[in-house]
């Protein structure tokens, strides 16, 4: 799988996703640390990479529908930060 991590996801997860044989880059390697969702969206579809997220935004729908990219997946994970 194509997955390209979004700069509000830790850099650090690039590694356990590449164990598992994906290809994986970021936004933040990619100097999009402070880019638009639509750019962000923009440049994983031109290179037919599903977006790995946090941000909610990417839930609507009417502005980013399913057709026009690769796919998005949105964590809502019930807390954020480093784990102890």
């Known amino acids: 799988m194509k997955i390209k991590l ?8 690039r590694g356990t996703l590449e164990s598992f044989d994906h290809d994986v880059d970021t936004a933040f390697d990619e100097g999009l640390a402070r880019a638009t969702d639509r750019e962000v969206l923009h440049a994983a579809t031109a290179e037919d990479r599903i977006l790995f997220t946090l941000d909610t935004d990417f839930l609507n729908l009417k502005r980013y529908p399913p057709k026009r990219h690769a796919g998005v997946v949105v964590f809502r994970p ?7």
């Open 6 to 13: 979004d700069h509000n996801l830790s850099r650090h997860l």
């Open 78 to 84: 019930t807390r954020q930060g480093q784990w102890p």
